[in-house]
């Protein structure tokens, strides 16, 4: 099942206290950038991100989900509604996130 535009909207207005938050949309998903690296995505209505150390101190309790069939395992951030705790996810995490693969010409 696609993410609905709705939900992209949602998180995104919940992440609207940070700057240079992008998407891409990719087969029906979103993968969702802070700052230029990849934080995670929105597969069926659900966001996920990389689990990376900071991601998995600030949601010691979180579940692992696939995003789809195939892909490695992403937590699930089911604390959506607080938009402080999403920001400063994100914020924590940007440090541990790799920078993204520079494209060969």
Do not use: C, H, W
């Amino acid at each position: 099942m696609p993410s609905s535009k709705e939900y992209l909207n949602f998180i995104l207005e919940q992440l609207s206290g940070l700057e240079d938050i992008s998407y891409k949309p990719m087969m029906g998903e979103f993968l969702i950038y802070y700052r230029g690296k990849l934080v995670g995505g929105i597969y069926d209505d659900r966001l996920l991100v990389k689990p990376v150390r900071s991601a998995l101190s600030s949601m010691p309790q979180a579940e692992y989900a696939l995003p789809y069939e195939g892909a490695k395992k992403m937590l699930l951030v089911d604390n959506v509604d607080d938009k402080a705790f999403l920001t400063g996810l994100f914020e924590t995490m940007y440090d541990d996130l790799p920078m993204p693969k520079t494209k060969k010409r």
